[in-house]
């Protein structure tokens, strides 16, 4: 039964995967069938993220009154919905409301799933976990590019993928009675000693510490800023990388809309890989490799060349140097910051990493719209060097 459920939670973060890169692979159509300027891909980007943040930031509290399982199909179903409502918008205006609902939705899932692995299972299942999430993000755009090319148009594309999550919702919540049966076994025995059942209940029992308190915590600042950084680099490829491709290589959009999944490729590819050696290598050493895997995607999609196949292996270099980096951080957080705060910072955490997505890709669209999208691989440079630098300096005040 105990991988029963760690196929529920892996199956659940494929479906977490699966809407994340529509909208970036369809942009190059879906503005202009808007009628709205491309640079307003940002704006969509922004507010699932402030969903995925506002779910985030009060995980706890649902914690504490729900289980994973039903978090997990409930919020699943939720963006099922969402997805559909998206395919029968017809205004901008009315994309925005839904993506509102569809961020909320995606980050009760992540932060549920997210806390539940760190705490019960070792780092090459959250590296898994991650991969599957991977998986579904790089399903989607051949999803959309099946769509447009049959005469579906984006509607099919986001019709389609509905369909796939409503599946995976009724099936999360058929199954909720494996998730209660495995709670003294798989779900509550803590396979690296870090938790017990007997520490759940005393955790439960407590009040999760508010946002001010958590702040305080020493270190925590620095991964803050790192992990939106990370966030920045992950969300502004996979939102910017289809247009950079149309508009500086001259790629069509349907081809575009293919090769957006490059970077989820590389990205699944990278946490499988993770999985086989994170346990060996440790949380710092994962970060620190994939950072430097992510400087050289980030030079290949420098090089100025008139071909777009570096560029594509560069996007695929980028993906493989971000596998490891959100799993390993959610996953040390138990050991760098206690088990009996975890919940609560890994939902900030990931609360910050959503921050970058809501703050990062619209502002690389006004500096688009100002100076030009080639700049795109510059904007990924700094943003990389600067995940790197705090990541580092975590490291220094917890060896301190």
């Given amino acids: 039964m105990a991988s029963l459920l ?39 980007s922004t507010i699932i993220s402030l969903g995925k943040i506002a779910a985030s930031l009060s995980s706890a509290r649902l914690a504490a ?14 963006t099922a919905l969402s997805l559909f409502a998206f395919s029968l918008s017809r205004t901008f205006f009315a994309i925005c409301a839904w993506s509102l609902v569809f961020g909320y939705g995606a980050g009760a899932i992540d932060a549920a799933l997210n806390h539940y692995v760190a705490l019960h299972y070792r780092a090459r299942h959250l590296s ?29 594309g986001y019709q389609a993928v509905a369909l796939l999550q409503l599946g995976l919702g009724v099936l999360l919540i058929a199954l909720l009675p494996v998730w209660l049966r495995d709670r003294q076994t798989a779900g509550f025995t803590r396979l690296q000693g870090r938790a017990t059942a007997a520490t759940m209940k005393e955790k439960k029992a407590t009040r999760p510490p508010g946002l001010r308190e958590l702040l305080g915590v020493r270190g925590l600042g620095s991964l803050l800023l790192g992990f939106f950084s990370y966030c920045a680099v992950e969300t502004t490829t996979y939102m910017w990388a289809s247009t950079w491709l149309v508009e500086q290589h001259g790629v069509d ?37 994939g950072g430097v895997v992510i400087l050289a ?35 040390a957080t138990p050991a760098n910051f206690g088990t009996e705060n975890a919940q609560a910072i890994i939902g900030v955490e990931i609360a910050s990493a959503n921050a970058g997505g809501i703050l990062i890709p619209p502002f690389f669209g006004v500096v688009a719209g100002r100076f ?24 220094r005040i917890l060896r301190d």
Avoid: K
């Fill in 128 to 156: 898994w976990l991650h991969c599957f999430w991977g998986v579904g993000a790089a399903i989607s755009p051949y999803i959309m590019g099946w769509a447009l090319t049959r005469g579906s148009g984006w509607q099919g």
């Fill in 297 to 331: 995607g980030i030079v290949l999609v420098l090089l100025p060349l008139a071909a777009s196949g570096p560029a594509m292996l560069g996007l695929i270099g980028i993906g493989i140097g971000c596998a490891p980096i959100f799993p390993s951080i959610i996953h």
């Fill in 253 to 289: 959009a349907e081809t575009a809309a293919t090769c957006a999944s490059l970077f989820f490729i590389g990205l699944t590819l990278g946490r499988f890989l993770s999985g086989l050696v994170s346990d060996r290598l440790g949380d710092r050493m994962m970060i620190r490799l």
């Fill in 372 to 395: 030009g999208i080639h700049l795109f691989p510059v904007f990924l440079l700094v943003f990389a060097i600067i995940m790197i630098l705090q990541t580092e300096r975590l490291n």
């Fill in 65 to 78: 009154r729900l289980s994973a399982g039903w978090i997990t199909g409930l919020s699943t179903l939720l």
């Fill in 6 to 44: 760690i196929a529920l939670v892996f199956l659940a973060f494929v479906s977490l995967g699966l809407p994340v890169s529509l909208v970036g692979s369809v942009w190059p159509i879906l503005h202009a069938d808007l009628g709205v300027p491309l640079t307003w891909a940002g704006i969509v």
